[in-house]
């Protein structure tokens, strides 16, 4: 049981509570204040009693003091003190009924956060604060566009940077010119890399003999430099015969009949493989009777 607030010092409007005829409190104790006189203060203090938290207290520092927070209260027959840093010992079993307790426990909205006071309703009076309000309210959309944009973009980036990279990093990296030439190199080196097993797993080429030759066949036909296919031949394969040899002659048209002349003039021809041309003979004929 709280028995008496010996001294808060530098904690709210309390600059130094420890003024003479300070009584203790009763089983049954009213504190009556106007707003802004230390009512909500007392509850934080007792609320970083009932929890040890000293950023309760250190968060209502007096404004305009170099001196750190310090509270001395007494509970039955043993004193709690708050050097300005933690308290000496908490006491759990104290339970405070406030507005905190029922923003936390029964109502949630009784708090005003800054998001509500975002939303709050604003009164503007004049032509040039309307227009300035609708300027504001018009480059707070379009940051609110760009910033979903900048986020959405980030996201799209984000699978494509490197684990333990940056994205800031990332995207400050030079632009590469021939991006991709080197795209589509890599991109046969690593198909080349993964044919690797299917070639591995081949079978090896087999070995075969090559056939063995007839004994002497190599000297007779492949020894030697042959200046011609005829003269590497054996020599029971006579040469064959010049085909140019036996081409035919233009036939010789027959030479008509003149009683007039005495002689006539044959044209005979001799074998061609003979090669000895062509032979004229003059022969007497006899004229028709």
Wanted: charged share 20%; with cysteine; net charge positive.
């Amino acid at each position: 049981m709280l028995k008496k607030i010996v001294a808060i010092r530098n904690v709210g409007r309390f600059r130094n509570s420890a003024a003479p005829g300070n009584p203790q409190l009763l089983r049954h104790t009213l504190i009556l204040g106007a707003n802004g006189y230390g009512k909500t203060t007392l509850c934080a203090v007792l609320r970083s009693l009932r929890t040890g938290d000293a950023s309760i207290i250190l968060g209502r520092k007096t404004l305009g003091t170099g001196e750190a927070p310090a509270v001395e209260l007494l509970l039955d027959a043993t004193p709690s003190r708050f050097n300005g840093a933690a308290w000496s010992a908490p006491h759990p079993a104290i339970a405070i009924f406030d507005d905190v307790f029922v923003a936390e426990n029964v109502h949630s909205g009784e708090v005003v956060e800054l998001d509500h006071k975002r939303n709050l309703y604003r009164v503007i009076i004049g032509e040039d604060g309307v227009r300035l309000s609708e300027g504001d309210a018009k480059l707070a959309a379009d940051s609110r566009a760009k910033t979903g944009e900048i986020s959405a973009a980030a996201r799209a980036i984000q699978p494509h940077v490197p684990a333990g990279m940056k994205l800031e990093a990332f995207i400050a990296l030079p632009a590469t010119a021939d991006i991709d030439v080197q795209i589509t190199g890599q991109e046969r080196t690593v198909a080349a890399i993964r044919q690797t097993g299917v070639i591995k797993a081949r079978a090896a080429l087999s070995e075969f003999a090559l056939p063995v030759l007839p004994a002497g066949l190599g000297n007779r036909y492949l020894a030697g430099p042959t200046p011609s296919p005829l003269r590497s031949l054996p020599a029971a394969f006579p040469p064959l015969p010049d085909p140019r040899l036996h081409r035919s002659k233009p036939p010789v048209p027959p030479t008509p009949h003149r009683p007039w002349q005495s002689t006539a003039t044959y044209r005979l021809s001799t074998p061609s493989h003979c090669r000895s041309g062509l032979a004229t003979s003059r022969l007497t004929s006899f004229p028709r009777s």
